[in-house]
């Protein structure tokens, strides 16, 4: 059981938006403004799409957005594209030089 | 443009040992904390333990600590996990990662461990 709650899965359609959520504790998600996001093509390098609850990286489209609240952090996806059908998984810095990941969530473009 | 390869994977019996490599190119290796991080087959991502840039300090995860060991050699710009004791669970994709504050900026594509008898 990975320490992160991730709904296994989540579904849109082409221009829609989804969001994803990730759920932790207070000594994770809750205690730190340290989670961020990546996106997963198997077989292939995750690739960071969210740092730091809210910053996106470079490169990184601004359909990508991060959230907090309390120990549930959120990724959401807007004007879903087929490029966007993905494993997406959270991180958070747990303290003491410990991560934690959540288990994944498989997002399907309909 | 950041490259990280990961080798050294394979089949190995549960109790012996192997050595992964991640060989990095793009960016300046030795000024920046790595780590490992691996996916059990279904499971989900799994931090395993960090470098500090100089080699100073070393982190480890429970599952792993005492068992694996994490070096690098920034004149050959290569990261190493010496896995020993290796037990089933340990069966994993095995990822490297450059660490930038708290996150994971760079990511290799993984070499797999399979720890089977």
């Known amino acids: 059981q990975s320490a992160l709650t991730q709904a296994p899965s989540a579904s849109g359609s082409p221009g829609q938006s989804v969001t994803i959520s990730c759920t932790g504790t207070s000594s994770d998600v809750g205690g730190y403004n340290y989670v961020s996001w990546y996106q997963h093509h198997p077989g292939k390098a995750p690739k960071l799409v969210i740092y730091e609850v809210s910053k996106r990286p470079s490169g990184v489209p601004d359909r990508f957005s991060g959230s907090k609240s309390g120990n549930t952090a959120s990724l959401t996806v807007s004007g879903l594209q087929t490029e966007d059908e993905a494993d997406y998984y959270c991180?958070?810095?747990?303290?003491?030089?410990?991560?934690?990941f959540g288990g994944g969530t498989k997002l399907t473009v309909l | 443009q950041v490259q990280l390869a990961e080798s050294g994977g394979g089949v190995v019996q549960p109790g012996r040992s192997l050595r992964l490599s991640c060989a990095a190119s793009?960016?300046?290796?030795?000024?920046?904390?790595m780590h490992w991080v691996r996916q059990a087959p279904g499971k989900g991502l799994e931090w395993v333990a960090l470098?500090?840039?100089?080699?100073?300090?070393?982190y480890y995860a429970d599952s792993v600590k005492g068992r694996f060991t994490i070096s690098r050699e920034n004149s050959e710009n290569t990261l190493y996990l010496q896995m020993s004791r290796l037990r089933v669970e340990d069966t994993a994709v095995y990822y490297c990662?450059?660490?930038?504050?708290?996150?994971?900026?760079?990511w290799g594509q993984g070499t797999l461990i399979i720890v089977s008898s």
């Open positions: 470098i500090w840039y100089d080699g100073s300090l070393k």
């Open positions: 990662a450059r660490a930038h504050g708290q996150h994971f900026d760079s």
């Open positions: 991180s958070s810095y747990a303290g003491n030089n410990n991560w934690v």
């Open positions: 793009g960016f300046s290796f030795s000024n920046h904390a």
